[in-house]
Structures are given as structure tokens and as C-alpha cells.
């Protein structure tokens, strides 16, 4: 019986992991409304007023990178931070495909999630404080 059991187990665990490995790239459509909801939270990190896309084409799902565990995503897009009477805009019109806007990787129940490496998101959080740190007037001095 225990002889069984393990079979059992070692067959189980066998297919897990020849079911889970089956690498399924996205369609556009599908990354469509992920992609929307992922950027619209990303502009909502840094916006306190009212956050819109005003345009979203994703323009290439890129070949699955194991570096990343997931696709890149490339897309063009304009998202609006509206706080009172201010104003700002967060666009890429790169079209190239040397800049991912997103990854998606496969989430456990089959549905799809964007994020951004950890590696990447470090290196943007160390780029900002050093930004925060130069002197805010970078005018040059006349004499």
C-alpha cells in the first residue's frame, strides 16, 4: 500500500510540474485591461488627485524571458494626474522594442498579473532619491 502511495505521489507532483511549466503567451487582448489597471496604480503612487488613460496601445508581447518569469510587455499609452487645478501627464510613445513597459507572468489559477522585477523597481527607487537630493533651482548664475 505504501509502495502505491508514493507512486501516486510522484505521479501527482510529475504532473504539477508539466502542467504548471506550460508557458502560454498572452494575447493582447487579454493583457488589455491588466495592462489599464497596472498603470492607472503605478501614476496612483504618485498622484493625489484624479488618475484616467487617456490612450493604451500595446503594441508587442515580447517572447517569454526566464530572467524576468514572464513576457514583456510593450505599449504606448497617456495617463493624467488631475490634483485641483494641476496638471501632469505620464506618456511613452517609444515604439521601439527595447523598452517594456510591464512583465506578465502566469499567476497559480491561470489568470495574468503585471509588475515589474524588484531588480528594476531598486534601481527607479535609488534614480528618485538622488533626484529628491539635487538642489531644486538648477538655474545658471549671470553676472
Not at 500595446?58 to 496638471?87: L, N
Not at 501627464?89 to 527595447?98: A, F, P, R, V, Y
Request: hydrophobic letters at 35%; aromatic letters at 10%; glycine letters at 10%.
Amino acid at each position: 500500500m505504501g509502495y502505491f502511495i508514493r507512486i501516486l505521489a510522484a505521479s501527482l507532483v510529475l504532473v504539477l510540474i508539466v502542467g504548471c511549466s506550460d508557458k502560454v503567451k498572452p494575447s493582447i487582448a487579454e493583457m488589455q485591461p491588466g495592462v489599464r489597471a497596472y498603470l492607472l496604480g503605478e501614476k496612483q503612487k504618485t498622484c493625489g488627485g484624479t488618475v484616467s488613460v487617456d490612450h493604451l496601445t500595446i503594441t508587442k508581447i515580447g517572447d517569454y524571458e526566464d530572467k524576468y518569469g514572464g513576457w514583456p510587455v510593450y505599449a504606448t499609452f497617456s495617463i493624467a494626474c488631475v490634483e485641483g487645478s494641476g496638471f501632469s501627464n505620464w506618456t511613452n510613445e517609444d515604439t521601439s522594442s527595447t523598452h517594456w513597459v510591464t512583465i506578465v507572468r502566469q499567476k497559480m489559477d491561470g489568470g495574468y498579473e503585471c509588475y515589474i522585477p524588484e531588480i528594476f523597481r531598486e534601481r527607479d527607487n535609488s534614480l528618485s532619491r538622488e533626484m529628491d537630493r539635487l538642489p531644486t533651482d538648477m538655474t545658471p548664475k549671470t553676472k
